[in-house]
């Protein structure tokens, strides 16, 4: 993303920092669209374009609107959603079904049934329950869906542990376990009402190495020849997930998708040209390589309290409700005061949140000029997990989404007003 200085004032994509939060109010998330275009653009040119029969689809849990969406239809990405919302955000925003995949280890009956009724191109069956569900939802509507397994790798990535998701131990994925495993191929293979098209697995996000992903992708090449042995039937699909890595801290290593995806390729082609089959068609789900750099939020700084000889507070307008990440997960951003680029950054300071919780620390310890109420912090590479994971925790608005361009700035999301907040309350009528 294009981060100027004019006299000192911060500009992104050619747009003022202070218009932006007089127009739309702070916190306010901005959003990059030659940012994320250029990291769509990327997976082209790195896997896309450089590999037949591929596909990245999008991972909007990471960021998931309506513009966005469109976004990512426009740059001829496919969707992957995992919940009946996203879904229908999709669909609002009128995304080809049949590029849309769905994941998640409990999707829901009613989840589903609009899949299957929306006629989208994938489901990721996860669970051992999900199989006969979906085929019970295809016959009561006469309709075959294409269908991957995602499986349980048992790996472990280097990560934090609430976003590791291939360990052995996981709510995600089917065991690799054969006499659970291969009952279920063998069911799905066999079934009138879907198409059983290979595997999956997802072994973790913000991930710097590939060496999970490789893990992984050996064992489900090793099924892969396994079900061959079996049943005389090929893999035509294989998934691996998202979890490739964004640079939150200057400095912080950040590897090109190729980096990934030139060895996964030639391992899948290796394996099945070993096993005398055509190659599989090979999909990713990038969803934080996309759009965590292209994302930043504004906030305008309210209280500061210097406690001397301890540490200096700046509370902003926003906190935990706008940015969960460092309160669950200890993650580190880069901060900037937007309202005075051009001065040193003298003084070490704890910018904080709003929130009641002692945990509201959006950034411990970051270097900034002396900045006093009325100034605008930027906080950098917000974009993925940010808007996506806010709360109306003490009742604060969740604030807008807007995209910016060539100094235009368009609206991904209206903030919330106190009406909106309590548009779906009632009082019981008891306590009127
Ligand atoms: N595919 C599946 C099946 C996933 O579970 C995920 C992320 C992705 C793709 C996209 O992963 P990415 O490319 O964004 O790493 N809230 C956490 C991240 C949770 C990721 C969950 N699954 C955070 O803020 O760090």
Redesign the pocket.
């Known amino acids: 993303m294009e981060i100027t200085s004019r006299e000192g004032r911060m500009f992104i994509e050619g747009c003022g920092a202070e218009d932006l939060a007089r127009a739309y109010g702070t916190p306010l998330y901005v959003y990059s669209e030659p940012d994320i275009v250029d990291k769509c653009r990327g997976i082209r040119r790195e896997f896309l374009d450089k590999y037949e029969d591929t596909r990245a689809?999008y991972?909007a849990?990471?960021f998931c609107t309506m513009g966005m969406v469109k976004l990512v239809e426009r740059e001829g990405l496919c969707l992957?959603v995992?919940s009946g919302g996203e879904l229908y955000t999709a669909l609002q925003a009128g995304f080809p079904p049949e590029r849309i995949e769905f994941?998640?280890n409990n999707k829901l009956p009613a989840e589903l049934e609009m899949a299957v009724e929306a006629g989208i191109g994938r489901i990721?069956v996860d669970g051992l329950q999900e199989l006969s569900l979906l085929e019970g939802i295809c016959a009561a509507r006469g309709r075959k869906m294409k269908v991957l397994f995602?499986v349980t790798p048992a790996v472990d990535s280097h990560t934090?542990a609430?976003?590791s998701?291939g360990k052995k131990d996981s709510k995600?994925g089917i065991p690799m376990d054969p006499e659970i495993l291969w009952p279920l191929v063998e069911r799905a293979l066999s079934s009138q009402w879907v198409d059983f098209l290979g595997f999956?697995f997802?072994v973790?996000?913000?991930?710097h190495e590939n060496g999970s992903h490789l893990a992984a992708l050996e064992t489900v090449l090793d099924l892969s020849g396994e079900m061959w042995r079996r049943w005389k039937r090929p893999v035509r699909e294989l998934n691996i997930?998202?979890?490739?890595?964004a640079r939150y801290l200057p400095g912080e290593p950040r590897q090109p998708w190729s980096y990934f995806l030139d060895p996964v390729m030639e391992r899948v082609e290796a394996r099945f040209s070993a096993l005398g089959l055509p190659r599989p068609a090979v999909v990713i789900?990038?969803?934080?390589?996309?759009?965590?750099e292209a994302g930043l939020t504004l906030y305008t700084v309210g209280s500061v309290k210097d406690i001397p000889g301890v540490r200096k507070y700046v509370s902003v307008d926003g906190g935990m409700t706008d940015n969960?990440?460092p309160a669950?997960?200890q993650?580190a951003y880069t901060v900037a005061a937007a309202t005075r680029m051009d001065e040193a950054a003298r003084e070490t300071v704890t910018v904080c949140g709003k929130c009641c919780e002692s945990g509201d620390i959006l950034a411990r310890d970051v270097s900034l000029p002396p900045v006093e109420a009325g100034d605008l912090l930027a906080v950098y590479t917000t974009g993925?997990?940010?808007y996506?994971?806010a709360s109306n925790y003490n009742s604060n608005p969740i604030p807008a989404a807007v995209l910016v361009k060539e100094g235009r700035a368009e609206v991904l999301v209206r903030r919330q007003s106190y009406a909106d907040m309590t548009a779906l309350q009632e009082i019981p009528p008891s306590l009127r």
């Open positions: 689809a991972a849990k990471a992957d995992v994941n998640g990721i995602r934090h609430y976003i998701t995600f999956h997802h973790g996000s913000q991930l997930g998202g979890g490739f890595s789900e990038p969803g934080r390589s996309i759009v965590a969960i990440r669950l997960y993650a993925a997990y940010g996506s994971m």
